[in-house]
DNA sequence: AAACAAATTGCAAACGTTTGCATAAATCTT
DNA sequence: AAGATTTATGCAAACGTTTGCAATTTGTTT
């Protein structure tokens, strides 16, 4: 900060201009000659200026700010440290910027619940992106019904005011339950907290499957933690023996939970049971053996999920969407 | 959004007052009486009243808000997805909001690297704090000398001229080494990249380590990836078979990528290689074997950032600082 | 060359807070 | 009870942009 910061005023004195020509042209405003807009943005250039955005928000009521909440459940120990939540995150952050949008990092207990005032009201943001539907939508709603910009990364079957984006979660579990099936598994565990509005679809589509090769549907409800699950399959395993033969998890930080318990009673993965997990985080390519994986395109996602947002900004209707999940088989699965 | 937005002077009208004084009593400034600040603060809570921080923040000239940016190096394939950065970031967005401040989150490609001007001069944020120093610390440099709040999550031994925060790398590269000699490795690799701020310190005290051990360092240099270092031992392996029997991994990505290639081989681990990671991640409690590691301790680290940049902010002059680390032992080296 | 249209630029009023200073009301002094 | 303090409030000017409108310059038409 060698000297005082440069404002528009002190940029039209040095080119004798007024203010409006020199904000107009940094703006490509076509209403000023090419050649005039030209040597002002060099001039610009030169004396490093940058606009007050303080000013200019408050001036044009927006802020190109996105205000970005993780949506956590308060009952569960799933952190903020999960970290598919935060690869989502980092998505969205690249998708913003390539729309000249930035990023406000929240979490669900900022200030108030009241997300409409602090973000909105109090032009922090222009709109809202939640990250997770959590069990309980009420803040969500409110906020929507308060006409607040808003997409969600959720289920996108979900009824609600609101768009949704988000994989095909009952596609998910029934094409992860219908390869293990396929991979000669009979008993197959659901592992997961079916309360939770993506994972609930995640079980539908394992019912369904289950159902439809008439076999038995197991589930065993945990917290989405992988402790949680470890100390649930361990449990199992201590009271029942090894009663299954195929785990769909439903995340991967879940099977890891679940594998780990399975590796250290040297039951064999996949040979004694077949393993699929839901996300496809980086370690799943890197644990051994490597898990299979539904995999979500959060980067497609993440983009679409700024375009909704921006299409409400222009004040367009929008509506929830899937987008196409894959299954990534690797080795857990496999035989 | 009911009706257009309340603002002061709406609320002062239904008060009765000016908009100073309802100004005043919303900051709870002692200049107006303990009674009118009540009632005022009663009313604004009662309609929803929140302050534009658009106009709130061109007068004070204060944001309250602190961008944060993850420092890539641009030839490197460590993602904006890795697992530990996005950790720090989280507790930091925590620290931050315990200090009533809010985060703007950036990565290194942003605009423009002038980050002085596009931060700090606009007005977008009071300070920054930077995640990673990176091979290059120009653009830091760069903003420091520029006088721009600062502070920086890395190696703290560095000479530099702003505050840098961060674990004892030395310390923790010369105890996850001591830690393998002393469970009977001889011939301990390094497997990291050593041209890396953080990681050449870990280094040095591997070096140290081995040295007084009279043993023979092996420095594997590879991108902190997971799958470099796959492919790292991978090849090592091929080329000249199990010359090793520990490594120190400059992180627990990278010890990963190390162990897969291990387990596909059968080499067994702790017994044939005893390994040690750097991070202590979530997944390394749940591996299996479970990864011994280096924890750092992010929650600490991540008050302290915000701690030194506030005594920035307040002109004060802060220096660098270490915290502590602590080798979290777990069966990957035990034997 | 006058009258008109089009292309450029400038004027000045917002946007909604905060805050130094002046004022008014209440309390204290003598 | 009138001045001197103290306490509580209001006035009005900033903060740095953007933008509708008016004013000027330039080019075109008759």
Chains 1, 2 share one sequence.
Not at 73 to 91: A, C, R, Y
Not at 245 to 258: E, H, K, Y
Request: aromatic content about 6%.
């Amino acid at each position: 900060m060698n000297d005082r910061k440069l404002k528009l005023a002190d940029l039209a004195k040095l080119a004798g201009v007024s203010t409006s020509t020199v904000s107009r042209a940094l703006n490509d405003n076509p209403l000023i000659k090419q050649e005039t807009r030209d040597k002002l943005q060099q001039l610009a250039k030169k004396h490093n200026f940058s606009l007050n955005t303080a000013a200019s928000r408050l001036r044009t009521q927006k802020t190109n700010v996105v205000a970005v909440i993780i949506n956590l459940d308060g009952d569960t120990e799933q952190s903020i440290n999960d970290p598919f939540l935060l690869k989502i995150v980092g998505e969205i952050n690249l998708a913003l910027n390539k729309f000249g949008l930035e990023l406000l990092l929240s979490n669900s207990f900022m200030a108030s619940d009241d997300w409409a005032n602090y973000f909105i009201n109090s032009r922090r943001a222009d709109g809202i992106i939640v990250v997770g539907q959590g069990k309980s939508q009420a803040n969500i709603e409110a906020a929507a019904s308060a006409g607040v910009p808003l997409v969600v990364w959720g289920d996108p079957k979900t009824p609600s005011s609101y768009p949704i984006v988000g994989s095909d979660n009952y596609l998910g579990g029934r094409i992860a339950t219908e390869h293990l099936l396929s991979n000669g598994a009979k008993n197959i565990l659901f592992l997961g907290d079916p309360g939770h509005a993506e994972i609930s679809e995640r079980h539908r589509g394992y019912l369904d499957a289950i159902n439809e090769a008439k076999a038995t549907p197991h589930v065993v409800s945990i917290d989405i933690t992988s402790s949680a699950a470890y100390k649930g399959i361990n449990q199992l395993l201590v009271e029942k023996g090894l009663c299954f033969d195929g785990i769909m998890a439903c995340s991967d930080m879940v099977a890891f939970g679940a594998m780990k318990a399975l590796k250290e009673r040297y039951i064999s993965i996949p040979n004694d049971v077949a393993l699929v997990g839901f996300d496809d985080i980086a370690m799943a390519d890197i644990s051994h053996p490597s898990l299979s994986s539904i995999k979500q395109n959060t980067q497609r996602a993440s983009v679409i999920l700024v375009e909704k947002l921006l299409a409400q900004l222009a004040g367009q209707s929008v509506e929830s969407q899937v987008v196409e999940i894959e299954l990534v088989n690797r080795q857990s699965s496999q035989r």
